[in-house]
């Protein structure tokens, strides 16, 4: 057990909706990162968040946006939802928002659009 | 940009067999390279890191070695058992920025 919790484990959802995935780091880590896992694509970077701030941003697509709470848990937010963005979205934190922390990965939350 | 290419896989090997999973990279300064590992079903996990030339990361067997001249960060052990079988991701950090790059990943199965 990683100390990183997501909800919910499965979400299944029709095309043109909008969900919202929710993760808590671990105890004490100010830094989440969010992934987008698909079979095509890997295992894709899609922003991180530090202490309530945007750090950095990969392939996120404008239909998604996130953000971290005071409290430091964050959600994902996916909207008008397409058939393609069914994949694995995991959250990870880690202690500080650079670089030589390791991450801590959460069960991820499945997502199938039909 | 950074990236990192691992070898293809999957990888299956027998029960007791040397593993060596290839993991290259391209990053500007000095990144940390580490490897995960996810088994089925669950989130990765860090398997070990390294945090500058010439470290070596080493856990449950498995070891790695930062090496920058030939900006490569293999994966091997010397005797890999059945619950080894999982997928191995490399990865890196870069030292000023907080956007990490993995690997497409390496599936590995070992058989009794």
């Known amino acids: 057990d990683s100390g990183v919790t997501q909800t919910p484990k499965h979400l299944i959802t029709a095309t043109g909706q909008r969900v919202t995935l929710r993760c808590s780091p671990r105890?004490?880590?100010?830094?989440v990162y969010w992934y987008q896992q698909s079979l095509d694509q890997g295992l894709q970077f899609l922003i991180q968040y530090y202490n309530g701030e945007e750090r950095a941003k990969g392939n996120i697509l404008e239909r998604f946006s996130a953000q971290q709470f005071p409290d430091l848990h964050s959600e994902l937010n996916l909207s008008s939802l397409e058939l393609g963005d069914s994949a694995l979205y995991f959250c990870?934190?880690?202690?500080?928002?650079?670089?030589?922390?390791?991450?801590?990965f959460g069960p991820g939350t499945r997502l199938t659009v039909t | 940009g950074d990236s990192v290419t691992q070898m293809e896989g999957p990888v299956t090997l027998s029960e007791e067999a040397f593993l060596t999973i290839n993991c290259t990279y391209t990053a500007t300064g000095y990144p940390s390279l580490f490897w995960y590992v996810q088994y089925p079903g669950e989130g990765l996990q860090l398997l070990l890191k390294?945090?500058?030339?010439?470290d070596k990361g080493s856990n449950k067997g498995f070891e790695a070695t930062y090496r920058k001249e030939t900006t490569s960060f293999h994966l091997e052990k010397g005797s890999v058992q059945v619950s080894d079988s999982a997928v191995y991701f490399c990865?890196?950090?870069?030292?000023?920025?907080?956007?990490?790059?993995f690997g497409d990943g390496t599936t590995l199965t070992v058989k009794p």
């Open positions: 390294a945090t500058k030339a010439d």
């Open positions: 990870a934190s880690s202690v500080d928002g650079h670089l030589n922390y390791e991450q801590y």
């Open positions: 105890s004490g880590d100010l830094s």
């Open positions: 990865a890196l950090t870069p030292s000023n920025a907080g956007k990490s790059t």
